[in-house]
C-alpha cells in the first residue's frame, strides 16, 4: 500500500514559521551588539574588512548549496543593477562601519535611536523621491520624532549624528535595494563582494604597518572575526524568509524587535548613561512610532477589506 503524499503545511503553519523566522532575525541584529562588543581591541575598520571577506565566502557557499548561480550570473550581466548595487555596497558599508564604531565607543543607545528612527526617515524618502502623500497620523509621527531629535541636539548640546546617520543610510539603502531587481542573496554577495577589494587593500596595508589582529590576538578574537560572516549574513536571510511569508504590516511591527534590544543591552548590560533628555528623545520618538504603526495597521486592513468587497463582487 503507497503511503499517501505529506499535505502541504497549512497557511497559518506557514505563517507562523515565517514570523518565528523574521523574529529570528530582528532578534539576531539586536543582540549582534554583544557580538561585536568582543571585537572592542580590534579597530572599527579591520572588523568591517573582516565582515565584507567571510561574507562573501559564506553567502557564495550558500549560493553554490542552493544551485542559485544561474540567477547570480543574471544579475552580474545586468549593468544598472550592478551600477546600484555599487551604491548600496558603499551605503550599507558605511552603515556598518558606523555601527561598529558606536559599540567601540560604548553608544550603543544611539544606535538604538538610530533604527528606532530608520522607519520614519523611510517615509521622508518616500515623500521626497516617490512623491507619495502622507496622512495626518504620519506627519504627526515625523513631527515628534523631529522634536526628540531636536531636543536631544539642543539640551545635550551635540547632534545625534550617529543616529543620523544610520537612520538616513538604511533607509536610502532599503530604497535603492526596493528598486533592484536583484534577489537579496545574490544582491548581498555582490555589495560584500565589491566591498572586498577596498577590504584586501586595507588589510594588506595594515600588516605591513604594525600587523593585523587576525591571528595575532588569540584565538578568541580570530573566531570572532571569521563569524562576522554568518553574523551578516543568517539574520539577513532569516528576515528575507520571513518577509515573503507575513504581511507588510506584521514585518512592520517587528523590526522593532533590533533597537529594542539594543537599547536594553546598551542600558541593562553594558551600563550606558541616559540621561532625562535622552529619555525624552525616546519617548517622543516611541510615541510617534506607535501613531506610525497602528496608522499602516489600520490603513492595511481597510485596504484588506476593500480587496474583499471587490473580489465578491466579482
Do not use: C
Request: overall charge positive; aromatic content about 12%; charged content about 10%.
Amino acid at each position: 500500500m503507497q503511503e499517501k503524499p505529506a499535505a502541504p503545511p497549512l497557511p497559518v503553519s506557514e505563517a507562523a514559521l515565517g514570523a518565528s523566522a523574521a523574529a529570528a532575525g530582528y532578534l539576531l541584529w539586536g543582540v549582534s551588539v554583544v557580538f561585536y562588543k568582543q571585537l572592542m581591541d580590534v579597530p572599527p575598520f579591520e572588523v568591517l574588512a573582516h565582515r565584507s571577506i567571510w561574507s562573501v565566502v559564506l553567502v557564495l557557499f550558500v549560493i553554490l548549496v542552493l544551485r542559485r548561480r544561474a540567477q547570480l550570473m543574471a544579475l552580474l550581466r545586468n549593468r544598472r543593477a550592478m551600477l546600484t548595487l555599487l551604491g548600496t555596497s558603499l551605503l550599507i558599508g558605511s552603515n556598518w562601519f558606523v555601527f561598529i564604531y558606536a559599540i567601540n565607543e560604548a553608544r550603543i543607545v544611539e544606535t538604538s535611536l538610530g533604527y528606532y528612527i530608520n522607519p520614519l526617515v523611510s517615509v521622508l524618502i518616500g515623500v521626497a523621491v516617490l512623491g507619495e502623500r502622507l496622512s495626518r497620523a504620519q506627519i504627526f509621527a515625523v513631527a515628534l520624532a523631529f522634536i526628540g531629535v531636536l531636543n536631544f541636539t539642543l539640551v545635550l548640546g551635540m547632534l545625534p549624528w550617529i543616529s543620523l546617520f544610520l537612520a538616513a543610510s538604511f533607509a536610502a539603502y532599503g530604497y535603492l535595494r526596493k528598486i533592484t531587481k536583484a534577489d537579496p542573496l545574490e544582491g548581498l554577495l555582490v555589495e560584500v563582494a565589491l566591498l572586498m577589494p577596498l577590504a584586501l587593500l586595507y588589510l594588506g596595508w595594515l600588516s605591513g604597518h604594525g600587523g593585523t589582529s587576525f591571528g595575532n590576538d588569540g584565538w578568541s578574537t580570530l573566531i570572532f572575526l571569521v563569524l562576522t560572516g554568518p553574523m551578516t549574513a543568517v539574520p539577513l536571510l532569516l528576515f528575507t524568509f520571513g518577509a515573503q511569508r507575513i504581511r507588510l504590516a506584521t514585518l512592520g511591527l517587528m523590526q522593532y524587535l533590533a533597537p529594542t534590544t539594543q537599547f536594553l543591552f546598551a542600558v541593562l548590560l553594558y551600563g550606558e548613561p541616559l540621561s532625562l533628555a535622552q529619555l525624552l528623545t525616546f519617548a517622543l520618538i516611541w510615541v510617534g512610532l506607535a501613531i506610525f504603526s497602528f496608522d499602516t495597521w489600520r490603513r492595511e486592513r481597510e485596504l484588506r477589506r476593500l480587496a474583499a468587497l471587490a473580489s465578491q463582487a466579482k
